[in-house]
């Protein structure tokens, strides 16, 4: 009766150590996928920045093509009216 009890304590023993190493395992896989996780955080908070960035920047394109473009009717016109005016 003392060896069928110690060789179940012993199974016991061995599957314990076996979930133990298993639980190891699945800890640094855990700690791996944090580490990659967080990365993504990173890379994800830079692309954010970044494409406010580019947003602000292109908006400040759209006004600047806005002037230049008022600016080249402006010339035509004047260059009209020197035209208009070396011909009287």
């Known amino acids: 009766m003392e060896k069928e009890v110690l060789?179940?304590?012993?199974?016991m023993n061995d599957k314990l150590e076996s979930l133990d190493n298993k639980?190891?395992?699945l800890?640094?896989?855990i700690s791996r996928i944090e580490k990659?996780?967080?990365g993504v955080f990173d890379q994800t908070a830079d692309l954010?920045?970044?494409k406010t960035s580019?947003?602000?920047?292109l908006d400040e394109l759209k006004s600047v093509e806005e002037v230049t473009k008022l600016n080249c009717y402006d010339i035509a016109k004047l260059r009209i009216n020197n035209t208009n005016n070396k011909r009287a």
């Open 27 to 29: 800890d640094n896989k």
């Open 48 to 50: 954010t920045e970044f």
């Open 23 to 25: 639980v190891d395992m």
């Open 36 to 38: 990659k996780l967080d």
């Open 7 to 11: 060789e179940l304590l012993k199974k």
């Open 54 to 57: 580019v947003i602000d920047k």
